[in-house]
């Protein structure tokens, strides 16, 4: 049974970090495209990053890039997102998902299979 548990959220100031984690079983995490999405309170959700399946590319909203960092760790079926400088604008429930395709892309809606997702709180 393919199964995504999302973990990592919490509360944290601004400029802080905090580290996201997509762990997966029944299926090997590898083969396919992973995104972390976002959801904030009145918006719609927006994808934030993405990695390819297969040492495939990775790609990041504009509004991230530079300051996260998306990697998978094979050995673990797991897939992290690295959040560095956090502003209060990261704020939102953080999913997983996992599309059947290779090539990551931010269209919600192509995507699976999802996490059940974690808060992120980025406040003095």
């Known amino acids: 049974q393919l199964q995504l548990v999302d973990s990592g959220g919490g509360l944290v100031q601004p400029g802080g970090s905090l580290r996201l984690s997509c762990a997966a079983s029944?299926?090997?995490?590898?083969?396919?495209?992973i995104a972390w999405f976002r959801q904030a309170p009145g918006k719609e959700r927006e994808g934030v990053s993405c990695?390819?399946?297969?040492?495939?590319?990775?790609n990041y909203a504009n509004s991230v890039k530079g300051r996260f960092t998306i990697s998978r760790d094979n050995a673990k079926n797991t897939v992290y997102l690295q959040m560095n400088s956090l502003k209060p604008e990261d704020t939102g429930v953080y999913y997983c998902?996992?599309?059947?395709?290779?090539?990551?892309?931010?269209?919600?809606?192509?995507?699976?299979?999802w996490g059940q997702g974690t808060q992120v709180t980025v406040s003095s």
């Open positions: 998902a996992v599309g059947r395709f290779r090539l990551c892309v931010f269209r919600w809606a192509s995507y699976d299979d």
């Open positions: 029944g299926f090997t995490l590898d083969d396919y495209a």
């Open positions: 990695i390819s399946g297969s040492g495939g590319p990775t």
